[in-house]
Structures are given as structure tokens and as C-alpha cells.
């Protein structure tokens, strides 16, 4: 290596005088004119020279690069074999004791310094014949290369011998690491369990609390009663349902009573105002009226005809075909509205199993199934004695924000026919047998009957939506595609775009029943509010029949989407879900059950859906003669 730098040094030092001289040569005065030729010649000799200086310095040049270059491959070499040394060092420390370790360092060093100071001896006895052999010459001699290949094989065996210790490295780290990891799962654990005895402690704790508020009232209660100042509090509430009780029968009576008196005092002249009752009329109907999140249910009590046919499908076909202008009386103007809705209560078929039947008819004409109309009427009947009152207690999965714990509640189960199928209602009661006003309804079989379906719209352009069965046909569609709003936008551009997706769809698209061709009809379309996740709250509004829309979340639309999100794989059996109506009226869905196959129909659900109903109030409605508005009437 010293020889080496030395070749270097007196190459930079010949560099260092060329470029001094062509310095001079810069610095001599300027070159004659070409008018002598003496001075021509001068003047060629001089750019002859500097020709040569030029080609001499970029040999130069070249003669030192390859110095440098040698010198390069040189002193890696020389790191190679170091560091070759050092690793078998390191891998011998590793096998031996420090003692050992550190004597066959010495001894390795030793050998190493020794073979240097021979290396070096060699290459100062060496001269270098010419630059240009210099180039030329290998950089490492034959006993080098031999030496090169020893320390290659030691060093594959040395990098075996590594990977082999780091492996079983690897092994113990990965037994200690799954071990900790172990230890973890169970401080978790451990920690979980502590925390649940906790909760538990505590709640045994209130619950004792509680009871010995209970047995400490109890026993003040008990001695008031002993020293009779006190009657006990379940003679008391026993008390004050009879007398509830008894009210209602007195109010029931007295409403009978009037209206007798008031027919007889009409059919005897003694009354001095005409009473309603004795007018000239030709139609009387009497209803209740409900509403199920602000959607309104219309029940007909009495007034009408009895309907004529064998089955359910016959009595529609009855009432479209002739009974059809008592829709118009209670669901049109002056008696209702645009949006009204209404039933009919009849006779269920032989064979259906069902307590009663019903059909529903609204500003166009008649639906299949209503699930809001199930909420009010399974409360209907339990109220209004379609039902026996037997009521079965049921255990309640309560929320777990609750902190309750499970529970139970009591329940009377109501079975109505529509034309769409049977079903089973489930109404909520109090002690008494009396409806709180919480229902549920388990559902037909429902199906998603077209997956991202694609229409053209003016304006819009391509539009996929879908369509789903639950009790009828419901196009389903998110408004943000139209950049609207379930929640904020107007009504009525809710309601265009709507109406323009049924019609469309309603041409587009086939729909097949696999029970009834009377059902293969598009019978309105849902706007929702884009949310797919089964764990987040979701939005829609329905718009139905000629313009109609749904206050409440609309039940059969519920039915219809979870059959939809099932085959999109949106939502999995037993997941509930929250579904919130345009007045902020919130229905539950859930998936029950599922069919692989129904009637030809893959993926059939079954759901049920949940709601509250509540009283509006009792009408008697009549038709005066010669009353021709009466009849009913519509301002669009």
C-alpha cells in the first residue's frame, strides 16, 4: 500500500510541473504577426509543443486514475478479508468462553499483522518496470486469490453458522414471545373477570338497597294499616283498575244510551232540532280513527255491506268492482284528504287460520299489505275484542344502555289475512290485558326482486336502483343520486322524482308473483338517505298510489329493504335495524329467518318490524241526500 501512494504521489507531483509550464507559456508575450515567416515557423514549433504538454498531461491523467483505481480495489480487498476475519472471530467468541475468546483473538491478530508487514515487504521490493504495466497488472496476485477463496468458503460456512444460531435465536424468541402473549390474554382476562364482579357486586349491591327500601316501606305501610290509617297498595291498585274499569263501561253506556234517545226522541218529534240521525241519508259508516308515526288508519266499523265471495281475493274484487264509492266517501274529501288511508275489517277465509281479514284502500285504490295498518289494527283488536285478551309473557332482550338486564312483558298474538298472506301481530299489554301501544309484526315472505337494476331518466341519465317485495312491490332508490335530501328537501320534489321512477320502472322492468297476477303491480317507490350500514339509523320517505306519501317509515317499504340489503349482503340475520319515517317516527326491523328457495324466489326473508299506534278518536260519518259533493272528492 505504501508503494502504492508513493506511484501517486510522484504522478501528482508530474502533473504539478506540466501544469506550471503550460502556465508559463500562458504567461509569455503575445504571438507575432503572420508577416514574418521566421515567425511562422516559431510560432508552429510552439503549438507543436503545447500539443505535446496536452497529450502528455491527459496520459498523465489516465496513468493516475488508474493509480487511484488500483488503490481502490486494493483496500477493498483488504476490508473484505478483515471483516471476513472478524466475523470468524465473532462466530468462534460465540462457541468458546471469554478466556478463550479472548487468546484466539490475539493469536488471530498476530497472524494477521504478520501476513500485512510480508505483503508490504513484498511490494517495496518490487519496482515498477513501466506506467503503462502499472495499468495493465492485475491488482491481486495468485496467492491472494487463494487466500480470497479461503476466506469466501469460511465465510459462506461462518454465514451457515449464523443463520443456524439465529434460527434457534428465532425459536426461543418465538416460544418466550407466544408465552408472554399468553400471559397477557389471561392478565386481559384476569382483568375482564374483575371487572364484571365488579359490575355484578354492585348491582347485588343496589338490588339489596333496594329491597330493604322495599321491606322498609312495607313495613311502615303495614303498621299505618294496622293502626288504620292505610289500606294496602295492591288493594289499591286493584281498587283503581275496577273503577277505571267501570268509567269506561259507564262512558260506553251513556254513548249508547244518547244515541238511543236521541233516535227515539227523532223518531217521536219531541227533540226540537232535527237530530242527524233522523236525516234523509243514504249511506251512515262509523269508524275509529288511528295513526302509526303520523300516518293515518281510517278503521270501518260498521255501515258498510257484507262483501260477497268464497275468499279474500273474491271480497277485493267485490269492493273494487262495487263497493268502490265507500272508499271515495271516507277517503276523499270532505271526510279525508290526499293522503288518507283506511280498512276494512271482514270475515278471514276457512282455511287461513287467521282471526279476521282486512283490506286496504287509500286516494287510488287498494293495497296489499300496510304494515303501519298491522301496528293500529293489532291494537285495534286487542282494545276492541276481536281478540280474546289472553296474554302471554314473553322474555324481552332489553338494550344494553338499559343496564336493566333482560326482562319481560306480556303479549296478545293476532293473526290477519291480507291479501298478501297471513300475519302474525304480537301486541304488548299491561297487567290488565289492556294494549300499551308497542307492536310487532312478523312478516310474509319477502325477496329482493331486482338488484342495481338500470333505468334512463331525462335529465338525470343512467339510474340504478332496486326493487323489493314485502307484501308488494316498492322501487328502492338513494335521493342523493338526484342530490336531494329525504329529511330537508320539499315535499314535492321528493314527490316528482318519485312518481317519475314508478312510471318509468313500471314500464322497464317485469314484475312476477309467484302467489297472485292481482299483485304484480308497482305499488310506490322509496327514496332513501344513502346509508347502507345495518348499524346505522336510516331515512326514507315512500310515495305511493297517485302522489301519496307515507308519514311513518312505512312498514312494507321496511320489509322490502332488508330483503334488498340481505342480498347485498348489507345485513345478517337477527341484526336490528332503525328506520325513521319523514315525521321523525322510528319503525325496528329485523331478519328473522331465511329461505334458500321460495316459490321460485332465492333468498326469501322473513321480517319482522316493530312501531307504536295511537288513537285519534270515533266517527260517525253520513251521506245526506242530494249531497253530491259528499260523495267524495279530490283538489290536486
Known amino acids: 500500500m505504501d508503494s502504492l501512494q508513493y506511484r501517486v504521489q510522484q504522478n501528482e507531483e508530474k502533473l504539478q510541473s506540466l501544469r506550471r509550464t503550460l502556465q508559463q507559456l500562458k504567461a509569455s508575450p503575445a504571438l507575432p504577426t503572420?508577416?514574418?515567416?521566421?515567425?511562422?515557423?516559431?510560432?508552429?514549433?510552439?503549438?507543436?509543443?503545447?500539443?505535446?504538454?496536452?497529450?502528455?498531461?491527459?496520459?498523465?491523467?489516465?496513468?493516475?486514475?488508474?493509480?487511484?483505481?488500483?488503490?481502490?480495489?486494493?483496500?477493498?480487498?483488504?476490508?473484505?478479508?478483515?471483516?471476513?476475519?472478524?466475523?470468524?472471530?465473532?462466530?468462534?467468541?460465540?462457541?468458546?468462553?471469554?478466556?478463550?475468546?479472548?487468546?484466539?483473538?490475539?493469536?488471530?491478530?498476530?497472524?494477521?499483522?504478520?501476513?500485512?508487514?510480508?505483503?508490504?515487504?513484498?511490494?517495496?521490493?518490487?519496482?515498477?518496470?513501466?506506467?503503462?504495466?502499472?495499468?495493465?497488472?492485475?491488482?491481486?496476485?495468485?496467492q491472494k486469490k487463494d487466500a480470497l477463496r479461503k476466506v469466501r468458503d469460511e465465510l459462506i460456512a461462518i454465514k451457515q453458522d449464523m443463520l443456524r444460531l439465529k434460527t434457534n435465536n428465532n425459536d426461543n424468541n418465538n416460544n418466550s414471545s407466544s408465552e408472554q402473549q399468553q400471559l397477557?390474554?389471561?392478565?386481559?382476562?384476569?382483568?375482564?373477570?374483575?371487572?364484571?364482579?365488579?359490575?355484578?357486586?354492585?348491582?347485588?349491591?343496589?338490588?339489596?338497597?333496594?329491597?330493604?327500601?322495599?321491606?322498609?316501606l312495607l313495613k311502615q305501610q303495614n303498621e299505618e294499616?294496622?293502626?288504620?290509617?292505610?289500606?294496602?297498595?295492591?288493594?289499591?291498585?286493584?281498587?283503581?283498575?275496577?273503577?277505571?274499569?267501570?268509567?269506561?263501561?259507564?262512558?260506553?253506556?251513556?254513548?249508547?244510551?244518547?244515541?238511543?234517545?236521541?233516535?227515539?226522541?227523532?223518531?217521536?218529534?219531541?227533540?226540537?232540532?232535527?237530530?242527524?240521525?233522523?236525516?234523509?241519508?243514504?249511506?251512515?259508516?262509523?269508524?275509529?280513527?288511528?295513526?302509526?308515526?303520523?300516518?293515518?288508519?281510517?278503521?270501518?266499523e260498521s255501515g258498510m255491506p257484507s262483501l260477497v265471495g268464497n275468499t279474500l281475493s273474491d271480497k277485493r274484487q267485490c269492493v273494487m268492482n262495487k263497493l268502490d264509492y265507500y272508499r271515495k266517501f271516507l277517503m276523499h274529501e270532505p271526510r279525508g284528504h290526499f293522503d288518507m288511508y283506511g280498512v276494512i275489517v271482514t270475515e278471514a277465509d276457512a282455511d287461513s287460520g287467521a282471526d279476521f281479514a282486512v283490506?286496504?284502500?287509500?286516494?287510488?285504490?287498494?293495497?296489499?299489505?300496510?304494515?303501519?295498518?298491522?301496528?293500529?289494527?293489532?291494537?285495534?283488536?286487542?282494545?276492541?275484542?276481536?281478540?280474546?285478551?289472553?296474554?302471554?309473557?314473553?322474555?324481552?332482550?332489553?338494550?344494553?344502555?338499559?343496564?336493566?338486564?333482560?326482562?319481560?312483558?306480556?303479549e296478545t298474538t293476532v293473526r290477519i289475512q291480507c291479501p298478501s298472506g297471513v300475519v302474525t301481530v304480537n301486541v304488548t299489554t299491561d297487567d290488565n290485558g289492556r294494549s300499551t301501544g308497542a307492536v310487532s309484526f312478523v312478516s310474509c315472505p319477502a325477496w329482493a326482486e331486482h338488484i342495481s337494476a338500470s333505468i334512463h331518466l331525462d335529465q338525470f341519465g343512467k339510474v340504478e336502483l332496486d326493487v323489493g317485495y314485502g307484501g308488494d312491490y316498492k322501487?328502492?332508490?338513494?335521493?342523493?343520486?338526484?342530490?336531494?335530501?329525504?329529511?330537508?328537501?320539499?315535499?314535492?320534489?321528493?314527490?316528482?322524482?318519485?312518481?317519475?321512477?314508478?312510471?318509468?320502472?313500471?314500464?322497464?322492468?317485469?314484475?312476477?308473483?309467484?302467489?297472485?297476477?292481482?299483485?304484480?303491480?308497482l305499488h310506490g317507490t322509496i327514496l332513501t338517505d344513502g346509508v347502507n350500514s345495518a348499524t346505522e339509523p336510516t331515512c326514507n320517505v315512500c310515495v305511493f298510489a297517485d302522489r301519496q306519501v307515507d308519514r311513518s317509515p312505512t312498514g312494507s317499504g321496511v320489509i322490502a329493504r332488508l330483503a334488498v340489503d340481505y342480498k347485498k349482503k348489507n345485513i345478517k340475520i337477527g341484526e336490528k335495524r332503525k328506520f325513521i319515517g319523514k315525521t321523525g317516527a322510528v319503525f325496528t326491523g329485523e331478519i328473522v329467518s331465511v329461505m334458500e328457495e321460495y316459490k321460485g324466489k332465492k333468498d326469501a326473508i322473513i321480517a319482522k318490524v316493530s312501531g307504536t299506534a295511537k288513537y285519534v278518536g270515533r266517527s260517525q260519518f253520513i251521506l245526506e241526500e242530494g249531497d253530491e259533493l259528499g260523495r267524495g272528492f279530490l283538489l290536486k
Do not use: W
Request: aromatic content about 4%; proline content about 3%.
Open 34 to 142: 503572420q508577416n514574418n515567416n521566421n515567425d511562422d515557423t516559431n510560432n508552429q514549433v510552439l503549438l507543436s509543443g503545447l500539443r505535446k504538454i496536452r497529450e502528455k498531461l491527459l496520459q498523465f491523467d489516465q496513468e493516475r486514475a488508474a493509480e487511484r483505481q488500483h488503490l481502490s480495489t486494493v483496500r477493498d480487498a483488504m476490508k473484505h478479508e478483515l471483516l471476513a476475519i472478524k466475523k470468524e472471530v465473532l462466530v468462534d467468541g460465540l462457541r468458546s468462553t471469554p478466556q478463550q475468546f479472548r487468546s484466539d483473538l490475539e493469536a488471530q491478530l498476530q497472524s494477521l499483522k504478520q501476513q500485512l508487514l510480508a505483503l508490504k515487504l513484498k511490494e517495496q521490493q518490487a519496482q515498477p518496470q513501466s506506467q503503462s504495466q502499472l495499468v495493465e497488472s492485475s491488482p491481486l496476485s495468485a
Open 184 to 216: 397477557v390474554q389471561l392478565q386481559t382476562e384476569m382483568d375482564a373477570y374483575r371487572q364484571m364482579l365488579t359490575q355484578k357486586l354492585l348491582a347485588l349491591k343496589s338490588e339489596i338497597q333496594r329491597y330493604e327500601d322495599e321491606v322498609s
Open 225 to 300: 294499616f294496622k293502626n288504620g290509617q292505610r289500606i294496602p297498595e295492591l288493594l289499591q291498585k286493584s281498587i283503581s283498575s275496577k273503577l277505571n274499569h267501570l268509567k269506561e263501561d259507564v262512558f260506553a253506556i251513556e254513548t249508547e244510551n244518547k244515541s238511543l234517545r236521541m233516535q227515539l226522541n227523532a223518531s217521536q218529534n219531541q227533540h226540537p232540532m232535527l237530530s242527524l240521525l233522523s236525516m234523509p241519508k243514504s249511506m251512515f259508516v262509523t269508524t275509529v280513527d288511528m295513526h302509526c308515526g303520523g300516518q293515518p288508519l281510517r278503521i270501518v
Open 359 to 410: 283490506l286496504f284502500m287509500h286516494n287510488e285504490g287498494y293495497s296489499s299489505m300496510c304494515g303501519h295498518g298491522m301496528i293500529a289494527l293489532g291494537r285495534y283488536a286487542v282494545d276492541f275484542g276481536l281478540v280474546s285478551r289472553s296474554s302471554t309473557a314473553v322474555e324481552e332482550k332489553k338494550e344494553k344502555d338499559d343496564g336493566d338486564g333482560d326482562g319481560s312483558k306480556n
Open 475 to 521: 322501487v328502492i332508490c338513494p335521493s342523493t343520486r338526484f342530490n336531494l335530501s329525504v329529511r330537508d328537501s320539499p315535499i314535492e320534489d321528493l314527490i316528482n322524482i318519485s312518481t317519475l321512477i314508478q312510471q318509468t320502472v313500471a314500464k322497464k322492468l317485469q314484475l312476477s308473483h309467484p302467489d297472485s297476477k292481482d299483485l304484480q303491480f
